[in-house]
């Protein structure tokens, strides 16, 4: 059933898991909606709830998105499809006024968010390197369609302007602000900003939030350059901001970085309290994830139907020769980033000390010892799904806490930045879209 009033009783509270996932409506996102509904249904007891919170980019997307999941939800049992609700937000993430926006609503109405799932993104992809792509696939198949290198992408996009000078707007004058990259808005500042304006749901006297980014497996150190770390001259940003991505979560516990993780951590002061205000001094802070997905036919990637047939195709093919990345379906690519949502910390705990050099430190709320692991989706030769651990370039080496801290220092002085660019313009300006390329 679809929530009009996002105001639950307080009895209720407790019994409630707050479930918040970007870009819901279609891939990857629409399929972790309805493993979140598939697993919460199954391996929760009955008097425990589920609320989806899926965002969108606008109404309609939101109208269809909620009638898919109710489709999907009719497959269970009456009694389970009571426990299920949902709740549309519309959210543009290379808009930092919608990020906001979106942000102050929930704070006002919601009592806390047990896990986010930063998903929705922005690729850039423009086409393939046909020759490149044929020659690739007949040489070596399976490296080919898993870290492929045939990708073409556009090169300098950026948002509409955030912020317009409302005195000006007859003769169509801009205030002259930095610009953002798109991609990098997207899928890594957006999520960024709404995250830390998130804070005091996902800080909660009884338990941690969860801050899960979905990645890639194409998160290749060599796409990310720190003099441009928003990827605005790379010819791969999406990678760019996918390794972004992993620095972030995979650092987030290091000393080296506790400095401007803390200042991301802290809850924004609002301009009024909110309905419930819990003591800084009693908040547990949120834990950061990251997970990929695998390799999955989306449309991710812009190809002609027939095209799209035959890649779906080659990928079945990399699977039966031994790829344990190619889950294929984004129902089975939701697999990692459920399990990180849904999981105790108990589990969590235990699967990281089997796959991973991880002892007791990781209960230790300073960080201690705890080395955090990128998480995929992926299958075996007949499809069965599983969690994978999946090797980070430079994790652990001697420069990963250095690297780490440039990261985060860059990402908070930019959060700084643009968080007193609209305060002083009073959140005014919004983005629209794609904006020019840059220079």
């Known amino acids: ?79 389970a499809q009571t426990r299920i609700s949902f709740q549309p937000e519309r959210l543009d993430l290379t808009s930092l006024h919608s990020v906001r926006l979106i942000a102050q609503k929930l704070v006002y109405t919601l009592p806390k968010i047990d896990s986010i799932l930063l998903n929705a993104g922005f690729s850039g992809f423009t086409g393939v390197n046909w020759p490149l792509a044929i020659w690739s696939v007949l040489t070596n198949l399976v490296a080919a369609v898993t870290y492929p290198t045939f990708k073409l992408s556009g090169v300098g996009f950026t948002t509409s302007p955030q912020i317009v000078d409302n005195d000006d707007l007859s003769n169509g004058a801009r205030i002259p602000h930095p610009p953002l990259a798109e991609v990098f808005c997207a899928n890594v500042f957006g999520h960024y900003l709404l995250a830390h304006q998130l804070m005091p749901l996902l800080s909660q006297p009884t338990s941690a939030g969860r801050i ?35 620095l972030l979560a995979l650092t987030f516990h290091l000393p080296s970085t506790r400095p401007f993780v803390s200042c991301f951590l802290s809850p924004p002061r609002p301009s009024q309290p909110p309905l419930e205000s819990p003591s800084p ?40 020769l031994g790829s344990p990345w190619h889950p294929i379906r984004a129902y089975k690519g939701a697999c990692a980033p459920t399990w990180l949502a849904l999981s105790s910390d108990d589990e969590l705990y235990a699967v990281s000390q089997e796959h991973s050099r991880v002892g007791p430190e990781m209960h230790n709320d ?52 643009w968080e007193d660019r ?10 629209r879209g794609r904006g020019s390329p840059g220079s």
Request: charged letters at 25%.
């Open 1 to 79: 059933m679809t929530i009009n009033d996002p105001l639950l009783s307080e009895s209720d509270d407790s019994d409630c898991t707050y479930e918040l996932v970007t870009g819901a409506n279609s891939g990857l996102g629409f399929a972790i909606c309805c493993r979140l509904i598939d697993e919460f249904i199954a391996t929760r007891p009955n008097s425990q709830r589920l609320r989806l919170i899926i965002t969108t980019r606008d109404g309609k997307k939101s109208e269809s998105t909620v009638r898919r999941l109710n489709q999907h939800l009719a497959r269970h049992p009456k009694k």
């Open 422 to 431: 609209l305060g002083h313009a009073g959140a005014g300006g919004s983005a």
């Open 281 to 320: 001094a009693n908040m547990k802070a949120p834990k950061m994830y990251v997970a990929h997905p695998g390799i999955c036919a989306t449309g991710i990637m812009p190809l002609p139907f027939i095209l799209y047939v035959l890649m779906t195709a080659v990928f079945y093919v990399a699977r039966w």
């Open 366 to 417: 300073s960080g201690g010892g705890w080395q955090p692991r990128k998480w995929g989706s992926g299958t075996d030769r007949t499809g069965r799904e599983r969690v994978l651990m999946t090797a980070v370039e430079g994790q652990g080496e001697d420069e990963w806490g250095e690297l780490g801290r440039r990261c985060w220092a860059q990402m908070e002085r930019l959060r700084e930045e």
């Open 212 to 246: 899960i980014w979905i990645s890639s497996i194409e998160a290749h150190a060599s796409t990310l350059s720190l003099a441009d770390m928003q990827g605005l001259h790379a010819s791969h940003a999406y990678e760019s901001s996918k390794r972004l991505t992993d």
